[in-house]
């Protein structure tokens, strides 16, 4: 009831060739520089592929349709769509922007995290670490699960017709157990039914592979995804909110929300392990890291926005 329109079989996930990604003076390269210091204050997440070479990557046996941007202009006409989520939230407006810069005509000069189309359709990013509480992940102590009213992100969304929600990566700050991840997702589905009508949207969350450097090609199943996913030994929790995010689900269906709640499940790309940000350098100093959780650009957020372009072509609007 909840699902995308599909979920390939990960074994009928097939590598096809490769080739170099060369961004050129485009807005998507253009921004890049700019989006991450503004959110981040650091390079740890300047997400341009550069010249490194990576995968063409079709799932077989998946029936979704091609994506277009004019269709999903004239779908979503004088319709509004706000994205809140974190870093890896911000990846995929991005994408979706590169994706629909066909029909894109403002603002000018572009705005970070918002544009609109020829159609009148409007796309804004709002970025949050945490549905619930203070958005700042330094201090939690007397932080609130249940005060969701004045949260800056629900404020915004009042006017949209469409709502894309992700976070979760950072929940293991707060709650390293993840206890109360079930009590946050009941309160944000809670405050949801009394202060906004849309449509609600869950995008899945996005696998971290641990060792992505030694990842050259795409996984070939799910048990590869899991071994690189580390299970038994995973510092950062990437596992964690994945395996709880059916809630999203449960809850809707227990509120009697399920005509305005959908699920955009994107873990058909837990096998790109080998579209992480590898050998990346923190400014201003000599230190090398792998980024094993966000994705090159383009790359592996396109296919976020090509299962989300699917679910949004399935809405029916009754405002």
């Given at each position: 009831m909840f699902q995308a329109p599909c979920v390939p079989n990960f074994a009928e996930a097939v590598r096809v060739r490769s080739y170099a990604v060369h961004l050129g003076p485009s807005l998507h390269a253009q921004l890049f520089s700019a989006v991450v210091l503004n959110l981040q204050k650091d390079a740890r997440h300047i997400w341009a592929a550069g010249g490194k070479a990576c995968?063409?990557?079709?799932?077989?046996?998946?029936?979704?349709h091609h994506f277009s941007a004019e269709e999903l202009d004239r779908k979503l006409a004088g319709r509004k769509v706000m994205m809140v989520g974190d870093s890896i939230q911000v990846q995929q407006f991005f994408s979706?922007?590169?994706?629909?810069?066909?029909?894109?005509?403002?603002?000018?000069?572009?705005?970070?995290?918002?544009?609109?189309?020829?159609?009148g359709?409007?796309?804004?990013?709002?970025?949050?670490?945490?549905?619930?509480?203070?958005?700042?992940?330094?201090?939690?102590e007397g932080q609130s699960l249940e005060v969701l009213d004045t949260a800056e992100w629900l404020q915004y969304s009042r006017e949209a017709?469409?709502?894309?929600?992700?976070?979760?990566?950072?929940?293991?700050?707060?709650?390293?157990?993840?206890?109360?991840?079930?009590?946050?997702?009941?309160?944000?589905?809670?405050t949801l039914r009394r202060h906004y009508k849309g449509v609600i949207i869950f995008r899945t969350s996005s696998w971290g592979h641990?060792?992505?450097a030694a990842i050259k090609v795409p996984l070939r199943n799910a048990r590869e995804a899991l071994d690189f996913g580390s299970l038994d030994n995973d510092?950062?929790?990437?596992?964690?909110?994945?395996?709880?995010?059916?809630?999203?689900?449960d809850v809707a269906a227990e509120m009697g929300m399920t005509h305005r709640f959908r699920f955009a499940n994107t873990s058909?790309?837990?096998?790109?392990?080998?579209?992480?940000?590898?050998?990346q350098q923190d400014?201003?100093?000599?230190?090398?890291?792998?980024?094993?959780?966000?994705?090159c650009m383009p790359g592996v957020p396109d296919y976020w926005n090509w299962v989300l372009y699917n679910v949004l072509l399935s809405l029916e609007f009754n405002r």
């Open positions: 995968p063409a990557w079709v799932p077989k046996a998946c029936n979704l979706l922007r590169h994706m629909l810069r066909k029909v894109i005509v403002g603002p000018r000069p572009p705005a970070w995290g918002f544009f609109y189309t020829r159609s359709a409007q796309f804004q990013l709002q970025a949050a670490q945490f549905l619930t509480g203070e958005p700042c992940c330094n201090h939690f017709d469409v709502l894309v929600l992700n976070t979760g990566h950072h929940w293991h700050r707060r709650d390293v157990s993840f206890s109360n991840y079930g009590t946050m997702v009941r309160n944000v589905m809670q641990h060792r992505c510092p950062y929790h990437w596992m964690s909110p994945i395996f709880r995010e059916h809630m999203w689900g058909m790309t837990m096998l790109r392990g080998d579209g992480h940000l590898d050998r400014a201003g100093s000599e230190n090398v890291f792998d980024d094993c959780l966000h994705y």
